[in-house]
Structure formats: structure tokens, C-alpha cells
């Protein structure tokens, strides 16, 4: 009975808060600055692919390895490497047009979304949630507390399961939403009182974004984000298109079913490649949102501990004592790793997509830094 009550809750829901008809007409935002075209010495070029061949040779990393990797200098790949297979099963060889999804590599995107909207003063990044979400229980969480993680909400991954959700019935962010209006989980922490990871931050991002701009999130980013830029294999999963679907394999390369948790979005559920990934972030470098708002993107916010560690508005930071900063954001989810490393000292990218489960990509990304300067630390990386 209970998901009964709840199906038909977050019908309403969500066509209480369905992005306006307006669409494109909503607002005028502003284009994104055309990329210059990369360039880098041939020399350069090839004294980057060497260092970096020789270090994976080194590592035997390509031995059992299921994905892809591409290495970038001024945005000028250096290194690219496809291995192994779409699908495990069918032995559908990998392509550079093969997209993957990217896990929380997503809660950039989602936050760029965010931004693109508070400069357009559409969004006000201190206002409550409530503000654009009608009857958001929380009321003290705000915008920027979503984006910097400080909101002290709970996980959906967690308490709608434990709260009687069928694993087996995909949901969706209006689902979300109603569930924490209708069951009002308690908190995590108090707001802004503690920095605390949680997907359902993103999740209420992304309807926001749908909810100010009056186009499904989908179709806000390809508008906004991905046709401008020339990301033409990129785009945002939904229940609706799982027929392009990319399936992930744990380790020993058995197919990792999907449950109710793999339909919201936001989060996670943005699909892409290596060289749209590239673009991506040359599109940090060249105006994807005004300077202002991509300074306070790298601003770290997470100071209870004091740590090399941080995150800023929806970017994880390693701020190193010697004053490096890698900007990044890998991420987890079934049996997709991905890493996505910034050295914007050196404009070096580093990007590394499997969808067959390997932990190991992390560290052999943080390795990769010294490769290009002096980024020893402490620490050890973190996986999302």
C-alpha cells in the first residue's frame, strides 16, 4: 500500500513541479565562449605520451583493464588508449564515440547548471530550497548548502529503501523529493553545521534547474552544455532511452543489475566519453560560467577537518601545502569507475572510464600528477 500511496504522490509532485511550458522563451542565458582551437608542439606532444606510456607500461595497468583513458596537455591529447569491450558479453569493441557513465563526475555538470542559472539571476544561491521547490520540509537548507554538500540531508540510497521502497522499482527525482516531504527522514546533521557526501543534494539541483528554467534537466544540459561545447556524445540517462544504455560489470565481469536507485539524475546518470570530457573542462578555461562563479567553485568549504582534501561548489578540491590545486571529481557507481583530474598549473586533464569495476584508477590517476609537477602529498585519493 505504501507504494501505492507514494506512486501516486509523486505523480502529483511531480506535476506540481514540472518545469513551466515556457522552455526556451524562459530566459535569454548567456553563450558559452568559443574554445580557441588547442595546440601543442610536436615534441611536447610526444615527450607526454612517452612519459605517460612508459608509466601505465610500468604499472602493467592496461593488462586486465576494460575502458578507456585519455591524457591532455593545453587540451591537446597526449595519450589515448580504448581497451576491451562496450559490452563483455556481445564483445562489441570500444570506440571513442562508446559513452560510459560518469558516476558523481555528473555533480559538476549539475552544479554548472546551477551557476549558468544564479548568472542569470535566475537562482539565488543563498535562498532556501522551499523557495523553488514548494513545500521542501528542510526549510533552512539552501541552494549553496546542496551544492558544497553542507546541507546535512539524508541519502536516498539509504532511507528510501530502509523506508519500505521497492528495490526493485525505479524511481525517479520527483520521487525523491516526495518521499522526503511525505517521510521527512530525519537529518544527517543540522545545516551547514558539517560537510556530509550525500546524491541528494544533486538530485534536488537538478530539479531545480527544471523547475527555474521550464526544460527537463536532459534537455537543459544538451541546450546549454552539450551542443554548444560539441559534446555529441554526451548526454543524461532517463528511465525512458535505456535502450542505448551502456551495462557495467563487476570485476570478475558479471553484468551489475540495476535497481530503483539508478533512475534519478543529477547525481550521477550523465553518459559520456573521454574527448567530450576534454571539452568539458577546456570549457572551465573559457568562460562556461563568469569568472566570479568559477572562482567560488574552487573555494573549499569543507574545513571541519583540516585536510589536503576539500570541496568546493560541486567540485572536489587537493589543495597540497606547496600550493598545488588538482581540481576533480572521480566517480563510483556499479561497476563504472571514472576519473577526472584538472592540473590547471600545467593545463593538464587527466580522464580514465572503465565499466568493468577497478579501483585501482584512482591512485593511478594521483600517480599520474608528478608526472607533470610536484604533487606529492600525504593522503591517499579518494574514489568520488
Given amino acids: 500500500m505504501k507504494t501505492i500511496f507514494l ?7 511531480l506535476w506540481g513541479c514540472k518545469p513551466d511550458n515556457k522552455g526556451k522563451e524562459l530566459f535569454a542565458s548567456k ?23 612508459h608509466f601505465l607500461d610500468s604499472i602493467h595497468l592496461l593488462r586486465n583493464f576494460n575502458g578507456m583513458i585519455l591524457v591532455a596537455k593545453n587540451g591537446v591529447p597526449v595519450y589515448e588508449a580504448y581497451k576491451g569491450y562496450r559490452d563483455i558479453r556481445s564483445k562489441d569493441t570500444l570506440t571513442a564515440t562508446t559513452a560510459f557513465q560518469i558516476a558523481s563526475t555528473s555533480k559538476p555538470f549539475t552544479a554548472a547548471a546551477v551557476l549558468k542559472l544564479v548568472e542569470d539571476n535566475k537562482i539565488d544561491l543563498n535562498a532556501p530550497v522551499h523557495q523553488y521547490l514548494a513545500g521542501f520540509p528542510y526549510a533552512e537548507v539552501t541552494v549553496k548548502m546542496l551544492l ?41 546533521y543540522r545545516p551547514n553545521t558539517a560537510f556530509n557526501y550525500c546524491n541528494t543534494n544533486y538530485v534536488l539541483l537538478a530539479s531545480i534547474v527544471e523547475k527555474v528554467s521550464g526544460l527537463t534537466f536532459p534537455e537543459f544540459m544538451k541546450q546549454h552544455f552539450f551542443e554548444p561545447l560539441g559534446m555529441g556524445n554526451t548526454y543524461v ?8 544504455l551502456t551495462p557495467s560489470f563487476d570485476g570478475f565481469g558479471s553484468p551489475w543489475a540495476l535497481d530503483f536507485s ?7 546518470n550523465i553518459y ?11 570549457a572551465w578555461y573559457n568562460g562556461v560560467v563568469s569568472n566570479a562563479l568559477m572562482d567560488s567553485s574552487y573555494v573549499p568549504y569543507s574545513n571541519e577537518r583540516p585536510s589536503m582534501h576539500n570541496y568546493g561548489l ?15 571529481h572521480h566517480g563510483r557507481w556499479h561497476g563504472f569507475n571514472s576519473a577526472f583530474a584538472r592540473l590547471t598549473d600545467e593545463k593538464v586533464t587527466i580522464i580514465i572510464l572503465t565499466n568493468k569495476f577497478n579501483r585501482s584508477i ?21 574514489e568520488e
Fill in 237 to 244: 540517462h532517463t528511465i525512458q532511452d535505456s535502450a542505448r
Fill in 148 to 188: 558544497n554538500h553542507r546541507s546535512g540531508l539524508p541519502n536516498y540510497l539509504y532511507y528510501m529503501e530502509k523506508g519500505g521502497w521497492e528495490r526493485k522499482l525505479m524511481a525517479t527525482n520527483a520521487d525523491v523529493i516526495n518521499t522526503l516531504m511525505n517521510w521527512q527522514p530525519p537529518r544527517a
Fill in 31 to 53: 553563450s558559452i565562449n568559443k574554445i580557441p582551437t588547442p595546440t601543442l608542439p610536436a615534441e611536447e606532444k610526444k615527450k607526454y605520451h612517452d612519459l605517460v606510456a
Fill in 272 to 282: 559520456s566519453t573521454p574527448r567530450d570530457l576534454l571539452k568539458w573542462d577546456q
Fill in 314 to 328: 560541486g567540485w572536489r578540491l587537493l589543495v597540497l601545502p606547496n600550493g598545488k590545486k588538482v581540481i576533480y
Fill in 262 to 268: 539508478d533512475g534519478p539524475y543529477g547525481d550521477k
Fill in 7 to 13: 506512486t501516486c504522490c509523486a505523480f502529483i509532485l
Fill in 362 to 382: 584512482y591512485g593511478v590517476a594521483r600517480k599520474m600528477y608528478n608526472l607533470f609537477g610536484n604533487y606529492d602529498e600525504q593522503e591517499g585519493p579518494g
